[in-house]
């Protein structure tokens, strides 16, 4: 069955640090993925997306993201974090049965910012 | 109003009541979604949409009753909840099926 897996459930860097959040997807077929984040009390807001092409894809808010299909990994990056950027992040794979996909989100992977 | 928008924000509700959620988007999209996010588990899909055609009902109880009136609007019916049904409750709309969905801020369902 198709998976989304974010194996990290919570991650604390300092403010000017680099990150890194893991995703890793189960899916036989080439997928569209997806990075959403939300902040406490609101819906989610899309960061970015793969559909195909170049496998670095950029997004909003400083925000990129690398497809690599050997690894099945879809890792989101931001070379240096804001205080703003504290939030629950997840990853998202859309599958397809027919002419319909289902979005299956990761169970999300939440980032404190240190100042 | 841009994007997708949910009211209420925020909802308490007894079980015995009946409530309805409201969720309308302003983006010209074809497909609406009801997701349902509890403490501690992933999204989960409740409902689907496409051209006001109902297209995926996730195994949900039948207290909780879909009803699109068109592309722009979607309305939850809510009927003798259970308490572990107080989560956030997510609307979003995608331009076609296999598109990426923009979500509206949610509802905070208590049931009490």
């Known amino acids: 069955a198709q998976s989304v897996t974010q194996p990290d459930i919570h991650i604390t860097v300092s403010e000017g640090a680099s990150l890194e959040l893991r995703c890793n997807y189960s899916?036989?077929?080439?997928?569209?993925l997806f990075w959403y984040v939300q902040s406490p009390g609101q819906g989610l807001q899309l960061l970015l997306k793969?559909?195909?092409?170049?496998?670095l894809v950029q997004g909003i808010k400083g925000f990129e993201a690398e497809f690599k299909r050997s690894q099945s990994s879809f890792n989101l990056r931001k070379p240096s974090v804001h205080w703003s950027d504290a939030a629950e992040y997840f990853c998202?794979?859309?599958?397809?049965?027919?002419?319909?996909?289902?979005?299956?989100f990761g169970k999300g992977t939440k980032l404190s910012v240190k100042p | 109003e841009t994007g997708v928008t949910q009211t209420p924000r925020h909802l308490v509700m007894g079980m015995t009541n009946k409530k309805s959620l409201k969720c309308e988007q302003h983006?010209?999209?074809?497909?609406m979604y009801w997701y349902k996010q509890s403490a501690k588990k992933p999204l989960e899909l409740m409902f689907v949409?496409?051209?006001?055609?109902?297209?995926e009902n996730n195994s949900v109880p039948s207290r909780f009753s879909p009803e699109c009136p068109n592309s722009s609007h979607l309305f939850l019916h809510l009927h003798t909840l259970q308490p572990e049904d107080s989560a956030l409750y997510l609307c979003?709309?995608?331009?076609?099926?296999?598109?990426?969905?923009?979500f509206g801020p949610g509802t905070r369902l208590t049931v009490t």
């Open positions: 979003a709309s995608s331009p076609g099926l296999v598109d990426e969905q923009y």
């Open positions: 899916y036989g077929a080439t997928p569209y």
């Open positions: 793969y559909f195909s092409g170049d496998t």
């Open positions: 998202a794979v859309v599958t397809y049965g027919g002419s319909q996909g289902n979005l299956i």
């Open positions: 983006l010209g999209h074809n497909a």
């Open positions: 949409y496409n051209f006001k055609e109902q297209t």
